[in-house]
């Protein structure tokens, strides 16, 4: 491929969800890349879907977690050339607050969900989750993670 060839891009969306108490929802994959890794719900966006409509039903699908689409507040966009193994994927990722005691169960790509404390999270988050993570908390917060 030369520079000026278009390049096939996958259009996906990504949700933080994050309790006041300080817990971020994670999923433990269930298929490659990243098998068996922790990461944050998410996934491709369908046909004629929004990303923030992707958002709200990938973390329903895959945690069981549902949320109003226009609750989500956006992140950013995340296109890091080499962000997943797979080819070029661009994701939009979003940020929701829920409150402490959400009942989630794993459902769909994940073989787990579970809360997690920010300041005990997996040594090693799946694709580039872990600086959408910190963009999230810097996000809600105002502090760098």
Excluded: K
């Excluded at 579970?114 to 809600?140: G, K, M």
């Amino acid at each position: 491929m030369t520079e000026t060839e278009p390049e096939t891009i996958c259009y996906t969306a990504d949700v933080v969800a994050l309790t006041p108490s300080g817990d971020v929802l994670l999923i433990e994959r269930g298929w490659p890349p990243h098998e068996g890794t922790w990461a944050l719900p998410g996934g491709h966006c369908d046909v004629a879907e929004t990303s923030r409509a992707a958002a709200a039903r990938e973390l329903a699908e895959e945690t069981g977690l549902h949320v109003n689409a226009n609750d989500l507040r956006q992140i950013g966009v995340f296109d890091q050339p080499g962000r997943d193994p797979r080819g070029r994927y661009v994701t939009v990722a979003y940020v929701a607050t829920v409150p402490a005691d959400t009942p989630i169960v794993a459902g769909d790509d994940a073989r787990t969900a579970r809360w997690c404390p920010l300041d005990n999270l997996p040594q090693r988050l799946a694709f580039d989750h872990a600086e959408i993570l910190s963009a999230a908390v810097t996000l809600t917060t105002g502090c760098p993670r």
